[in-house]
């Protein structure tokens, strides 16, 4: 293989003008201006404003205060479903959570804990606190969101164990597993 | 323009406007990215416009680049992104015209005709593998980078990117092996 | 020129979304970290790309105990895949599609493979095909057997339910010994074959 990648590292040529193609390519693109912070802030801008405007924002500033005092999430399309219907009460509501029974089989375990994207990977959080069943089985029951997670057990607070159960998510990013699981609306 | 800018200051030119100043970035990453453009495409034809259209795109969201100090590896990953594209949609060029381009490349060894026979061997065999196997191996063992920084370019897991390379050696042994024994 | 009522949109919209985000991030991460994962966030958001998942990325990494180089690196990786899932996939596709489709990336299938997928799904979700998918590799099954067996599935126009007995099914058979690939290949033979039932139990 070595000498294979030593043959394949030899310079490979390439035309005389390609240079000058790849510059005049670029020169054709409009030119960077960046401009500095001040030159930013000092820069005259025209505002347009309609008198409805006013109102419209008087109202959006006094939604802005309620909804800050509740847990939104981050992701922009979940923000906008609390304050769109507020506002269109006619748009459909999003699919109510879901209830999902967890198992694992841990003889040896004295604490089970459900983690996952749905509850900010918190073992600590109350209600993904499995319960001992007997027999080495684990078990809890929780609300899960509509659509697709990843999810896993923390076993006596350090242990990380996947779902064997369900669907594996090739994840190497932390070195721990996680299992996948698509949640969908009871019908 | 001072010899050996760092490139976080040749891109910090350029966005103030300076669009002469690119030309350095052109000219410090040209050849190591023809290169891998090359043996990822098969030809110069095909490989000069990958590179020609992978600049002109850093060019164009150069404000996107969030760490201009590592401007070679942004570029790098849209050249990557550039062959797939361009590889996926010309499909395979004559063997004949791959044949006469590694025989232009060769090398200065005691026996040229050897030399270019058995660089046109390893092109011929690298062109039998699949393009995730091929990218992969170049990425390895021509550009020399380790499995994080490959997936980092790639958007492709590390054991994903493990498999690659070695079913990429599997064969290319297979290969390069039986025209040794022919 | 800068109309008003973008102002506000912005406003209502953005600004509940960033002090909840922030409050779970700024808990749980250095402040490093918390500038790099931020700016990540909201390159992302400019980019159109659901931000809901490098947000979880990060909390994951943090609950791992993973140093802030490794949660830096994961929530970039993930925005990449899930950049070229959208541009696969198209402009229409949604989060979970987004999220299911980065998962298959980072596992191996490839962007081409993903268009393929997309073709042969028609209008249905990808969601279910691609958490199979990638469960398919994640058991050993090669990329390309896999791939090529659940674009048939869907070519067939399988349903997600069928979709999830024959992974439970694929899966009791791997426990018990099977070949990987013999396992998935006999399912999912059957699977096209026969018409799905309802009520259908997994093999014990």
Known sequence: MRRIARELRSPVPVSSALDARIMGAVRRLPRHTRLSLWSRLTTRRTVTVMPLSWGVLAAALLVFALLGLRHASDDLHRASKPIANALFPSIQKPAAPQRVQFVLVAPDAKKVAVVGDFNGWDASHSAYQAQHRGGGVWSVTAPVPVGHHRYSFVVDDSLWVADPTAPRVIDYDFGMPNSAIVVQEER | MEAGSSDAVIVSRVLRGDVEAFGELVERYRDRYARYAFHMLGNREDAEEALQD?????????????????FGA????????????????????????????????GAAEDHPAEASAW??????????????????????YVEEMGYEEMSQLTGVGVSALKMRVMRACDRLRELLSEVHSA | ?????????????????????DARLSARLDKPTLVAVTALVDSARGAKLPTAPLVDKALEGAAKGSD?????????????????????????????????????????????????LRAASG?????MRLAVLTDLIGRDVPVATATSLVVQLARSGVRDQDLA????????????GADPTAAATTRARGLVLRPASPGTKPSE
């Not at chain 2, 660089?119 to 390895?140: G, V």
């Not at chain 3, 007995?165 to 018990?176: G, H, K, S």
Request: aromatic share 4%.
């Open chain 3, 123 to 127: 209008k249905r979700p990808l969601t």
């Open chain 3, 68 to 116: 802030g180089q490794k949660i830096v690196t994961a929530v970039r990786q993930l925005s990449h895949q899930m950049g070229s899932a959208k541009r696969v996939l198209g402009s229409n596709a949604g989060p979970d599609e987004i999220k299911a489709a980065a998962t298959a990336l980072a596992a191996g299938v490839s962007e081409h493979d993903l268009a393929v």
């Open chain 2, 54 to 70: 992978a600049f002109t795109r850093a060019y164009r969201s150069l404000k996107r680049c969030e760490e201009p100090e590592r």
């Open chain 2, 119 to 140: 660089r046109e061997e390893i092109e011929r065999a690298l062109k039998s593998l699949r393009a995730d196997q091929r990218e992969a191996f170049l990425l390895k």
């Open chain 3, 165 to 176: 007995l024959f992974q439970r099914n694929v899966r009791a058979d791997i426990d018990r």
């Open chain 3, 1 to 21: 020129m800068i109309c008003l009522g973008r102002v506000v949109a912005a406003l209502l919209l953005v600004a509940p979304a960033a002090l909840a985000q």
């Open chain 2, 74 to 105: 942004w570029l790098f990953r849209i050249l990557i992104n550039r062959c797939r594209t361009l590889g996926a949609r010309r499909g395979r060029r004559a063997q004949t015209f791959v044949v006469d381009e590694a025989a232009l490349l």
